[in-house]
Structures are given as C-alpha cells and as structure tokens.
C-alpha cells in the first residue's frame, strides 16, 4: 500500500490566462497571445473557464473535493496595463477577492507572477531579451509582496522559463513564433533566472513571513539505445539544456562546468552565443541559498537518439497521435516507438522518471529545501454523457505518478505537495480547447462544470491518504 504523509499537499493547479478569460475586461492590459491568438485564427484566450467572474463557483467545487492547495497565477498586464506605471485598480482588487476566497474555502493560493504572460507592451520591445524587463518584472513582484503579502504564504517567481524561451525562440509554438534561434532562448533562459534571482533577493529583505520558489517543467532525458554512446551524448545535451541550465543556476546560481561546456558546444553548433552581464552570477549564486522550494512540473519523459540532420519538428497540437517530430541540430531526436504508452499528443507515460528526476535533485543539490510537484497530469479528449465524465486513463496515470512521489517520500526526498493539472478544463496554450486536463469538465459553452470520474477518485485519496 501506498500512503502519502498527513502534511502532503493535494492540490491542483489553474493559470490566469489559461482559465480567468475576460481578457480585454476591467482594464486589464494586452498580452501577446491576444494579438498572436488572433493572427494564427484558431483558438481565442475568451472565454477559456471565464475563472475571472466563476472562481467562487470554482472554489466551492474544490473545498467540496478535498482539494487543499489552488496554483493561481497574477496576470501581470491586470495590475500594470502595460507592464509598469499606472496601477489598473480593478486588477488589484480581482486578486484580493480571488485570494479571500481561496481563505474562506480553507485552499490554500500559491500564486505564480510569470505564467507566459509578459504585457504586450513590454514583449514588443523584447520581452525577456531586454533586460529592462527583467527591473519592471521585478518592480511588479515587490508591488505584489506588499499588496498581497499578509495573505499568501507561497510565492512562486516563474512558471517553466524553459517553455517560455523554447516556445517563443526554438520551436514556434509560442509568440513572436521564432524558430531555432538558439542564442535567443539561451538569453532569454539566462535573463528571466536573473529577473527571478533579483525577485527573490527583493522578497528576503521585506522578511515576510512567506515562502517563495520557481516552477521548472523537469522531464528526464534517456538515451533511446541504453548502451549506445552517440545516444549516450544525445541524450545528455538535451537534458543539459533543458534541465541542467536551470537547475544549476537556481540551485548552485552559476553553471557546473560540464553544463557550461556543453551549452557553449550547442550555441557555436549554431553559430550563436549569449551574453552574462557582471553582477549577475553574485545575484542568481545570493537567491541560489535563500530559495525556499522548488516546484516541478511533469509530464513525461523523452528518450533521444543521436541526430546528424538539420533542424525538424512537428508539433502535435491536435492530438493525432504519432504525428510529432522532434529532431534539434547539434542535440539529438526524440524517439516515441518504445513499449510505453503514450497520450494522443504523444507525451510519453513515464512515472519512473519523475521518481528519477525527484532523486536526481536530491542527490545533485542537496542544498534544495523541498520540492513541490506543481504540475502533473493527463491532457485527454473528455466525453460527457448523461453530465458523466468517465476519465479513468487520468485516475491510471495520477496514480502511478503519486505512487512515484511516494516511492522517492520513501527515500528521503523531502516532497510536500502535488498539484495536479488542472482544477477544471482550461485554455491550453497551443493546443486549444479539446484538450482537457481538469478534475472538473467545462462546458466552454455554458460555462457550467461537471466534475469527473476522476473529481471523486482524488477526494478519495485525499481523505484516506492512500494512493492504492
Ligand atoms: C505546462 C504549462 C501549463 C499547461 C501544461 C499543459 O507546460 O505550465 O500552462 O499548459 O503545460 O500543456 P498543454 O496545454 O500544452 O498540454
């Protein structure tokens, strides 16, 4: 049997853009999704799960579900319009009601300032490649502590820095749709970690009495042949970009020398570089000791295999499965057809590498106070019938994940939550609507939600602690 401990948090997690909606209402600012959402003519960021006027409904559902911890974001552009100067009261008045009603329903808010949402104002002159966005970013974080600062105990800087950088410079999957611009998502990774760093410097000197962390998406890197050297390397650069970059500079706050080298083999690969400016290793090595937790989002893992061609990728936004490519020059390509299953976005179903990434953190940083898995789920094409949603792939696959959290609990990892993604059905980013991944349906329609088969499964594990 598998238990998780009584002070475990379980909760589940939501995104201002992805669930609140109401973009263009109460002042609120522009963001680059709303202009690039347009441009692409598929999806729109309205009404997504209107959270902005539906929240108390939400949060009733979650105190009624046993859910004890909400990941709620700040959108940035409500508070500063345009991403610093004139304050947008309404904005500040949203998150104090959304705040005090996560208190009433006795959930607790860990609220996020970064969730891919950079005012439009400030990402049309660069975004994270500016460094002038890395001082109002940090500018808003301090209006935030000061404003919010008695009533959240949990503050999380960034959301997946990774995600951000690849997304807008490597893969084309987010605005402004740059593709392998390796130098750029190496910057932009580098810039938001120092904006995080000074962020967390900012919050210790108020001496609140608070938490703060960063969310990084973590997800293991295999060599598609176990004892194939050339996959061996393959496997190890990607990881090194993806997770070895930011782990050393949260935890460590400047690059082991092997990430270091093997970073720079990639950027001459591309013929790019980026730059570190002076004071910024004193800053990220100073928050690397005052960090309180880390939070991981996973999903899957991927196993590489050693690649000689140019750049390749296809992204699955549609959920047919088996159409993802993925193959990077200078790195490697992404393999999908071992025997592990796979969602019908081809995400890999792989519990035993959040085991392995939560053991990889303890034993490669020990200096980490706890680790909050802040992100894991199942993205599935929900049917409802007769208002019943029988999702029992999503209860398979959270139960296998939390019995990977127990295991590594078992081995003296110090992990004190998950959230599952996400509370209800939410606007996925570039993927739409049809992919779903709530504990409660939303009919984007009618806005009523309808909690899943999977709703009850995770009171019921939060009531008995047992995952099986
Ligand atoms: C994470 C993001 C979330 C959410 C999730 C699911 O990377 O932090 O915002 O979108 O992934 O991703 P997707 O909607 O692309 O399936």
Redesign the pocket.
């Known amino acids: 049997m598998k238990q998780l401990p009584d002070d475990f948090i379980l909760g589940a997690a939501t995104?201002a853009y992805?669930a609140e909606g109401a973009t263009q209402e109460d002042g609120k600012g522009r963001v680059a999704w709303d202009t690039y959402l347009v441009k692409e003519g598929k999806y729109s960021g309205d009404p997504a799960s209107d959270f902005y006027h539906k929240y108390p409904i939400d949060l009733e559902l979650s105190e009624k579900f046993g859910i004890k911890g909400i990941r709620v974001s700040i959108a940035w552009s409500r508070i500063f319009p345009k991403g610093y100067g004139e304050v947008n009261e309404a904005g500040v008045q949203f998150y104090h009601k959304l705040i005090d009603e996560c208190h009433k329903h006795h959930v607790e808010p860990y609220v996020t300032l970064h969730?891919?949402d950079t005012p439009e104002f400030l990402f049309d002159q660069g975004d994270f490649l500016n460094r002038d966005t890395i001082n109002y970013f940090v500018d808003f974080a301090k209006f935030c502590f000061k404003e919010y600062g008695n009533k959240v105990k949990y503050w999380i800087t960034f959301?997946?820095i990774l995600?951000v950088s690849a997304g807008q410079y490597l893969l084309g999957k987010f605005p402004p749709n740059e593709r392998f611009e390796t130098g750029k998502m190496v910057q932009s990774m580098h810039n938001m970690m120092v904006a995080h760093a000074r962020t967390v410097l900012a919050f210790k000197e108020l001496k609140l009495n608070s938490e703060i962390g960063i969310i990084h998406?973590l997800e293991q890197r295999y060599p598609y042949r176990l004892d194939n050297d050339a996959d061996k390397i393959a496997a190890q650069k990607d990881d090194t970009m993806a997770n070895k970059f930011l782990l050393d500079l949260t935890f460590k706050g400047n690059l082991a020398a092997d990430t270091k080298r093997i970073v720079n083999q990639i950027l001459q690969e591309n013929n790019d570089s980026y730059i570190i400016y002076d004071g910024d290793i004193d800053e990220l090595s100073e928050a690397a000791k005052l960090i309180d937790f880390l939070g991981v989002?996973y999903?899957q893992s991927t196993f590489v295999k050693e690649y000689r061609g140019e750049n390749n990728i296809n992204l699955n936004g549609t959920g047919e499965k088996g159409t993802s490519i993925y193959a990077l020059k200078g790195i490697g390509e992404y393999k999908f057809d071992m025997d592990i299953p796979r969602t019908d976005?081809d995400w890999l179903i792989y519990p035993k590498g959040l085991y392995d990434m939560i053991m990889r953190i303890v034993k490669d940083y020990p200096n980490y106070k706890k680790i909050y898995i802040t992100?894991n789920g199942m993205?599935y094409k929900d049917n409802i019938e007769n208002d019943e949603i029988d999702d029992q792939p999503r209860i398979d696959y959270v139960k296998e994940h939390l019995k990977a959290i127990c295991d590594a609990i078992h081995k003296g990892a110090n992990v004190k939550g998950y959230f599952l993604?996400s509370l209800m059905d939410v606007f996925?980013?570039?993927?739409g609507y049809n992919?779903r991944?709530g504990l409660f349906y939303v009919d984007f329609e009618t806005q009523q939600r309808y909690p899943k088969k999977s709703a009850y499964w995770y009171k019921k594990v939060a009531e008995t602690r047992k995952v099986c």
Not at 428 to 431: E, R
Request: charged share 15%.
């Open positions: 995104a992805q969730h891919f959301n997946e995600s998406i989002n999903y976005w992100e993205g993604w996925s980013w570039a993927n992919k991944y």
